[in-house]
């Protein structure tokens, strides 16, 4: 029954920020998953007779991976398979499977914030027994067994039923088959005061969830409309294979339709969105959208009022990037804050070891200890949370946040499918520019930014070039590592306004200076062909 099948390694199988991610039609060729999948489990050891969670965010081809993925932890010697009904699990609803259950670890089937569909992009990711994706030094031995693989271990056995909750023998593995939504709705009400959220409801208070036609449409219909007794709360609410033609990618382009709704003068007073993976959120409220950076330093500054973290946080974390309003909460409440590369994986360490209990990404990514991933639907209640206790809108908890701290006006401009040379070209340039900037302009300094894990002391470069300014002001540079097509620039501006009258500018004005400074250093126009950038954010 069991059979190994013969094959060659495929160029490019390298994770980037976040696993493998390819356009379908890469997925589509003979053995390319299954190269992949039989890599991860080359690269771990001692996993025989233990559990595996695998599901995945329902995108088109998910149906497929899910049934070779469990035939193939079948042949591995995987003595459980759990697997989200219908081959689902968000991925923060994953990570909390694993940790749950003390699996082994798990597969997540997923291109996030990518677009779906037969020509959009799939993509898979392993996690570790914490919950987390996979630190650098797995996922270099995973490229590694790519490059040499020559066969794959599976099973010759029919598609199983995934649609139904319960055990299947395949082989000599167990196969249980789980309801996606039960434990992780179980897990926010652990941590949440959903009896004061349930009370803001009721008083009238109208929110409106856009799942974008991707995977958090059944974990927000149940808490939001079911627990909370919020109907009509949820939009686009349905799983689908191409995301009902939505990049599910919840910022205000994307999310345009949303937004357009809560920035409305009679909107409701609440809106949020999340991705194709349910890892994102995006948190704006009537006539204020909240910056994922300022998001991060509120829910810092306010997390005691949720029951999980009311005798206060360890610590906050945020990748490089994302604003320093963070760091100003941290330093108030008298806890540490780290700065980290791009990518949940570095978070991982930090609240393994209880160092950071918060931490956030300028990307649309917030989340905390319960899990091992960023967490949108976490973030959504966290945000219900605040406003449930403190019975302000979101503008006067985002105002008198700015009044308290100042505020870390911030953009990110990004360049879509750039020519993956020119691209390279324009990092390659800067960075060789790097010495002669240092005291033009009031830039104090300017590196490539690495990192050294301050608990394992595992050390990372080239995550990103930085120009920090005298009085605080950043602008960065980075090649994007989840796209799949050309490159993606992405040039990252902040500025500190400390004086509150400052604080009501509109933000690409407040940093058009800074944005100027930052096409120039670069010289992005005749670097990569772009006269503006395809998204802002
Ligand atoms: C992007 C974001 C990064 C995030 C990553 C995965 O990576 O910038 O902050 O962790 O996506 O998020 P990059 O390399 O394209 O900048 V998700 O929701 O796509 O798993
Ligand atoms: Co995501």
């Given at each position: 029954?069991?059979?190994?099948?013969?094959?060659?390694?495929?160029?490019?199988?390298?994770?980037?920020?976040?696993?493998?991610?390819?356009?379908?039609?890469?997925?589509q060729?003979?053995?390319?998953?299954?190269?992949?999948i039989?890599?991860?489990?080359?690269?771990?050891?001692?996993?025989?007779?233990?559990?595996?969670?695998?599901?995945?965010d329902?995108?088109?081809?998910n149906?497929?991976?899910?049934?070779?993925?469990?035939?193939?932890?079948?042949?591995?010697?995987?003595?459980?398979?759990?697997?989200?009904?219908?081959?689902?699990?968000?991925?923060?609803?994953?990570?909390?499977?694993?940790?749950?259950?003390?699996?082994?670890?798990?597969?997540?089937?997923?291109?996030?914030?990518?677009?779906?569909?037969?020509?959009?992009?799939?993509?898979?990711?392993?996690?570790?027994?914490?919950?987390?994706?996979?630190?650098?030094?797995?996922t270099?031995?995973?490229?590694?067994?790519?490059?040499?693989i020559?066969?794959?271990?599976?099973?010759?056995?029919?598609?199983?039923?995934?649609?139904?909750?319960?055990?299947?023998?395949?082989?000599?593995?167990?196969?249980?088959?789980?309801?996606?939504?039960?434990?992780?709705?179980?897990?926010?009400?652990?941590?949440?005061?959903?009896?004061?959220?349930?009370?803001?409801?009721?008083?009238?208070?109208?929110?409106?969830?856009?799942?974008?036609?991707?995977?958090?449409?059944?974990?927000?219909?149940?808490?939001?409309?079911?627990?909370?007794g919020?109907?009509?709360?949820?939009?686009?609410?349905?799983?689908?294979?191409?995301?009902?033609?939505?990049?599910?990618?919840?910022?205000?382009?994307?999310?345009?339709?949303?937004?357009?709704?809560?920035?409305?003068?009679?909107?409701?007073?609440?809106?949020?969105?999340?991705?194709?993976?349910?890892?994102?959120?995006?948190?704006?409220?009537?006539?204020?959208?909240?910056?994922?950076?300022?998001?991060?330093?509120?829910?810092?500054?306010?997390?005691?009022?949720?029951?999980?973290?009311?005798?206060?946080?360890?610590?906050?974390?945020?990748?490089?990037?994302?604003?320093?309003?963070?760091?100003?909460?941290?330093?108030?409440?008298?806890?540490?804050?780290f700065?980290?590369?791009?990518g949940?994986?570095?978070?991982?360490?930090?609240?393994?070891?209880?160092?950071?209990?918060?931490?956030?990404?300028?990307?649309?990514?917030?989340?905390?200890?319960?899990?091992?991933?960023?967490?949108?639907?976490?973030?959504?209640?966290?945000?219900?949370n605040?406003?449930?206790?403190?019975?302000?809108?979101?503008?006067?908890?985002?105002?008198?946040?700015?009044?308290?701290?100042?505020?870390?006006?911030?953009?990110?401009?990004?360049?879509?499918?750039?020519?993956?040379?020119?691209?390279?070209?324009?990092?390659?340039?800067?960075?060789?520019?790097?010495?002669?900037?240092?005291?033009?302009?009031?830039?104090?300094?300017?590196?490539?930014?690495?990192?050294?894990?301050?608990?394992?002391?595992?050390?990372?470069?080239?995550?990103?070039?930085?120009?920090?300014?005298?009085n605080?002001?950043?602008?960065?540079?980075?090649?994007?590592?989840?796209?799949t097509?050309?490159?993606?620039?992405?040039?990252?501006?902040?500025?500190?306004?400390?004086?509150?009258?400052?604080?009501?500018?509109?933000?690409?004005?407040?940093?058009?200076?800074?944005?100027?400074?930052?096409?120039?250093?670069?010289?992005?126009?005749a670097?990569?062909?772009?006269?503006?950038?395809?998204?802002?954010?």
């Open positions: 029954m069991f059979e190994l099948v013969a094959t060659k390694p495929f160029d490019g199988q390298k994770p980037g920020t976040s696993g493998l991610r390819k356009k379908v039609t890469v997925f060729q003979p053995h390319y998953a299954e190269n992949f039989q890599s991860i489990f080359d690269s771990l050891e001692g996993f025989v007779g233990k559990s595996l969670v695998i599901g995945g329902g995108r088109y081809y149906a497929h991976v899910v049934q070779l993925a469990i035939r193939m932890a079948a042949a591995n010697g995987f003595g459980k398979v759990i697997v989200g009904q219908g081959g689902l699990l968000s991925t923060p609803a994953a990570s909390h499977l694993i940790r749950k259950r003390g699996a082994f670890g798990g597969i997540i089937l997923s291109a996030s914030h990518n677009p779906g569909g037969p020509d959009g992009d799939f993509g898979i990711k392993y996690n570790a027994g914490n919950g987390g994706p996979a630190p650098e030094k797995i270099d031995a995973i490229f590694a067994k790519t490059k040499v020559s066969t794959y271990k599976t099973l010759e056995a029919d598609d199983i039923d995934i649609n139904t909750v319960g055990v299947i023998k395949l082989a000599n593995t167990e196969v249980e088959v789980v309801d996606p939504v039960a434990d992780y709705a179980a897990l926010m009400q652990s941590l949440f005061d959903f009896d004061a959220i349930a009370d803001l409801f009721k008083s009238g208070f109208k929110m409106k969830f856009d799942g974008m036609g991707a995977i958090t449409g059944p974990y927000a219909t149940r808490i939001f409309e079911g627990i909370f919020a109907a009509g709360t949820v939009m686009n609410g349905t799983p689908l294979p191409d995301f009902g033609g939505h990049h599910p990618d919840p910022n205000l382009v994307h999310a345009k339709e949303l937004c357009d709704l809560v920035l409305s003068p009679n909107g409701p007073a609440f809106g949020a969105a999340s991705d194709g993976d349910g890892d994102r959120n995006l948190i704006i409220g009537r006539g204020m959208y909240v910056t994922p950076s300022d998001s991060l330093a509120i829910i810092a500054a306010n997390a005691q009022l949720a029951p999980a973290y009311s005798k206060g946080i360890a610590g906050v974390a945020r990748s490089m990037p994302t604003s320093c309003a963070a760091d100003l909460v941290a330093k108030k409440l008298g806890v540490p804050s700065e980290t590369p791009t949940w994986k570095f978070f991982g360490n930090l609240l393994d070891a209880a160092m950071a209990t918060v931490c956030g990404e300028e990307s649309f990514g917030t989340g905390s200890n319960h899990v091992r991933e960023k967490d949108g639907v976490w973030a959504v209640l966290m945000w219900l605040i406003l449930a206790k403190r019975r302000e809108t979101v503008e006067q908890i985002v105002k008198s946040h700015w009044r308290e701290y100042g505020r870390n006006f911030y953009t990110r401009h990004d360049y879509e499918e750039v020519d993956l040379a020119r691209a390279n070209g324009l990092m390659t340039r800067l960075r060789g520019s790097l010495p002669g900037l240092v005291g033009k302009g009031g830039i104090v300094k300017a590196d490539d930014f690495s990192y050294r894990d301050p608990v394992d002391n595992s050390f990372t470069e080239g995550q990103g070039i930085r120009l920090i300014y005298d605080g002001s950043r602008i960065i540079y980075r090649l994007s590592g989840t796209g097509a050309g490159a993606t620039l992405r040039v990252y501006i902040e500025k500190y306004e400390a004086d509150a009258a400052k604080h009501a500018q509109e933000t690409q004005s407040a940093l058009a200076q800074l944005i100027t400074q930052a096409n120039g250093i670069a010289d992005i126009e670097q990569t062909g772009r006269a503006a950038p395809t998204v802002i954010t």
